[in-house]
């Protein structure tokens, strides 16, 4: 098999020698071809040796990783991101469906994060690269009152036939199904995702998004009516009922609650 030309890009020089040993050792169908310690360089080595992949620093001084990307519009190479960010970064790489390793780098990761570039063989597009840059910005949110409402937030959700990019305000919840994930969407049919619904539960709630039961996490904005019971259930903008959990029964009242203080409407 082919082995996969790769580059790394990263300014710290104790990083690049870190990944480059593990590369070695872990990942025998990856040939390491270079290595540059700023955009500029990364630019022109990129251009010179095009590489399959690229391992690609975001902070290098001067110049990020998102303006190295923005050199070549459309990447026709793939992108794993390595990154100190912590916490909140996270959810921005999930957001935009790209894969990134956090430093140190973990053994078991990296060869993760190869095995399934070299399973899709997918380039980064400019939308994800888009989004990830407007999350990694965007500050860090606790309480529902603090959350940034924003009409132009999206999430990228990668299926089998492609990347779909949706913005959040057209989610109207997201139904569990087993390892997948189905997404009922404003005006258009459905998009099932390969991942957890307790993934997106982690990624999601610095939004208007709360995980009423086990199999459904709803949209506060689309929730058109809450009928009392037991635990309850709500009724959304699509028409269809949604159980609410006994346990979650509290929790959520209050945060709908606190939803429609903050946004001005009337229970």
Same mark, same amino acid.
């Given at each position: 098999?082919? +082995?996969?030309?790769?580059v790394?890009?990263?300014?710290?020089?104790? =990083?690049?020698?870190?990944?480059?040993?593990?590369l070695?050792?872990?990942?025998p169908? *990856?040939?390491?071809?270079?290595?540059?310690?700023?955009?500029?360089?990364?630019?022109e080595?990129?251009?010179?040796e095009?590489?399959?992949?690229?391992?690609?620093?975001?902070q290098? /001084?001067?110049?990020? %990783? #998102?303006?190295?990307?923005?050199? !070549?519009?459309?990447?026709? #190479?793939? $992108?794993?991101?390595?990154? =100190? &960010?912590?916490?909140?970064?996270?959810?921005? !790489?999930?957001?935009?469906?790209?894969?990134?390793?956090?430093?140190?780098?973990?053994?078991?990761?990296?060869?993760v994060? $190869? %095995? +399934? @570039? +070299? =399973?899709?063989? $997918?380039?980064?597009?400019?939308?994800? $690269?888009?989004?990830?840059?407007?999350?990694?910005?965007?500050?860090?949110?606790s309480?529902?009152?603090?959350?940034?409402?924003?009409?132009?937030?999206?999430?990228?959700? /990668?299926?089998?036939?492609?990347?779909?990019?949706?913005?959040?305000?057209?989610?109207?919840?997201?139904?569990?199904?087993?390892?997948?994930?189905?997404?009922h969407?404003?005006?258009s049919?459905?998009? *099932?995702?390969?991942?957890?619904?307790?993934? @997106?539960?982690?990624?999601?709630?610095? @939004? &208007?998004?709360?995980?009423?039961?086990?199999?459904?996490?709803?949209?506060?904005?689309?929730? +058109?009516? @809450?009928?009392?019971?037991?635990?309850?259930?709500?009724?959304?903008?699509?028409?269809?009922e *949604?159980?609410?959990?006994?346990?979650?029964?509290?929790? #959520?009242?209050?945060?709908?609650?606190?939803?429609? *203080?903050?946004? %001005?409407?009337?229970?």
């Open positions: 098999m082919k +082995k996969l030309r790769a790394i890009i990263d300014d710290e020089t104790n =990083a690049r020698q870190a990944l480059s040993n593990l070695q050792l872990l990942c169908d *990856v040939d390491l071809v270079g290595e540059a310690k700023n955009v500029d360089l990364g630019i080595l990129i251009k010179n095009k590489p399959d992949l690229i391992f690609l620093d975001i290098m /001084p001067g110049k990020t %990783g #998102f303006d190295l990307l923005a050199a !070549f519009g459309k990447a026709e #190479f793939g $992108v794993i991101f390595t990154t =100190a &960010y912590q916490e909140y970064a996270i959810r921005a !790489f999930r957001l935009s469906a790209i894969d990134y390793l956090l430093k140190p780098i973990d053994p078991d990761e990296l060869q994060a $190869v %095995g +399934k @570039y +070299k =399973a899709q063989l $997918v380039g980064v597009s400019p939308q994800q $690269v888009k989004i990830l840059q407007e999350y990694i910005d965007e500050p860090r949110q309480s529902l009152s603090q959350r940034t409402k924003n009409l132009h937030q999206r999430i990228a959700l /990668p299926t089998a036939g492609g990347i779909h990019f949706v913005q959040m305000t057209d989610i109207i919840q997201c139904e569990s199904l087993g390892s997948y994930t189905k997404f969407l404003v005006g049919k459905p998009i *099932v995702v390969s991942r957890l619904l307790k993934e @997106y539960e982690e990624i999601m709630d610095n @939004y &208007y998004f709360f995980r009423v039961h086990q199999s459904n996490i709803v949209n506060l904005e689309h929730i +058109k009516r @809450y009928v009392k019971g037991d635990g309850g259930q709500v009724w959304l903008s699509d028409n269809t *949604v159980e609410v959990s006994r346990r979650r029964k509290e929790e #959520f009242l209050a945060l709908l609650s606190d939803f429609y *203080v903050n946004s %001005g409407k009337i229970v």
